[in-house]
C-alpha cells in the first residue's frame, strides 16, 4: 500500500484513470496520493474495505470526477460537503454498502445521469430518498434501487408544485423491494425504456400510470405479485419484452396471446435469462 500511495503522489497532473487498479485496497493510507489526482476522472474502490465513512480530504480535490465507484466496500456514510462539490460527475455507484439513507448532497450533482444504490445492508436498510434528488430531472436516466428496504413508491422520484419530477428517466430498478404499489404520477417517466420489478411480491397490479410508458421496451415482472397485464400495457408501441415467471402468471395470459406476439412474452427458467415461449 505505501508503494502505491508513492506511486500516485508522483501522477498528479496526469492520471485520468484509477480503475481496478486499486481494487483489494484494505487501507485508507493509499487514498492520501488519490487526493492529489486533480485531473482524475474516473475512480474505482469497488470491493474494499473502506468503511464506515471516507475522510472528507479524499474527494474535496477531486471536482473533475465523472465517475466513481465505491460499491462493496461496507461504507455507512459519505463526506457530505465534499460529495456537493462533484459537480462533474455522471455515474455514482453506491451498490451493496450499509446506507440507511441517502445524503441530500446528491442532489447538486446537476450533470449526474447514473446512480446505483442496490443492495444496501443486504437489502434490509435503504427504505427512502432525499426530495433533493428532483433537482435531478433534467440528468438522470438510470436509477438502480434494487434489493433494498422500499415499502412505498420512493417520493423522490415524483413531481411536486415546484419541480417536475425525475422526467428523464430510461432505466428504473425497483425490483426485489416489499413496494406494495406504483404511483399514478409514475406517468410522468415518458422516457422509461426499462422498469425492473422482479420480485416485487407485495406488487399486486400495474396502475393506470404503465400506459403512458410509451418508450418502454423492457418490463420485468416475474417472481411479482402482479397477475394481471392490461392489454394497453402490453400493446405499447415500443414494448419488446413482458418477462413473466410462466404463462400462470397472468390471469389473463390467455386473453393476451390475441393481441400479443409470442415473441414479446418472455418467460425465465430456473434462475436464468428471458427465454421465448418457444425456445
Known amino acids: 500500500v505505501q508503494r502505491l500511495g508513492s506511486a500516485l503522489g508522483g501522477l498528479t497532473t496526469s492520471v485520468s484513470k484509477v480503475m481496478s487498479f486499486l481494487r483489494g485496497v484494505d487501507s485508507e493510507d493509499a487514498l492520501g496520493p488519490v487526493a492529489f489526482l486533480r485531473r482524475l476522472e474516473e475512480l474505482d474502490l469497488s470491493n474494499n474495505q473502506l468503511g464506515p465513512s471516507l475522510p472528507d480530504e479524499v474527494f474535496v480535490r477531486l471536482t473533475g470526477l465523472t465517475k466513481l465507484r465505491l460499491a462493496d466496500n461496507r461504507l455507512e456514510r459519505l463526506p457530505r460537503a465534499a460529495l456537493g462539490r462533484l459537480g462533474r460527475l455522471r455515474d455514482l455507484n453506491l451498490a451493496r454498502n450499509l446506507f440507511a439513507d441517502v445524503p441530500s448532497e446528491v442532489g447538486r450533482l446537476s450533470r449526474l445521469e447514473r446512480m446505483d444504490l442496490s443492495g444496501q445492508g443486504g ?138 406476439s409470442r415473441q414479446r412474452l418472455c418467460f425465465v427458467q430456473d434462475g436464468g435469462g428471458p427465454l421465448g415461449p418457444d425456445t
Not at 426485489?176 to 415518458?190: R, S
Not at 400510470?209 to 418490463?219: C, G, H, I, N, V
Not at 394497453?232 to 400479443?260: C, F, K
Open 123 to 260: 437489502g434490509r436498510f435503504l427504505r427512502d430518498l432525499p426530495m433533493t434528488l428532483r433537482s435531478l430531472s433534467s440528468s438522470l436516466t438510470e436509477l438502480r434501487l434494487s434489493n433494498n428496504n422500499f415499502q412505498k413508491f420512493p417520493e423522490a422520484l415524483l413531481p411536486s408544485s415546484e419541480e417536475p419530477g425525475l422526467t428523464s428517466l430510461r432505466v428504473l430498478a425497483l425490483d426485489n423491494n416489499p413496494v406494495d404499489e406504483l404511483d399514478e404520477d409514475l406517468a410522468i417517466c415518458k422516457c422509461l425504456e426499462k422498469l425492473y420489478l422482479q420480485g416485487t411480491k407485495r406488487l399486486k397490479k400495474l396502475n393506470e400510470s404503465a400506459r403512458f410508458f410509451y418508450q418502454l421496451r423492457e418490463l420485468w415482472i416475474q417472481d411479482s405479485g402482479i397477475s394481471r397485464v392490461e392489454v394497453e400495457v402490453a400493446t405499447l408501441p415500443r414494448l419488446a419484452m413482458i418477462v413473466l415467471s410462466h404463462e400462470g402468471q397472468l390471469e389473463n395470459y390467455d386473453h393476451l396471446r390475441r393481441y400479443v
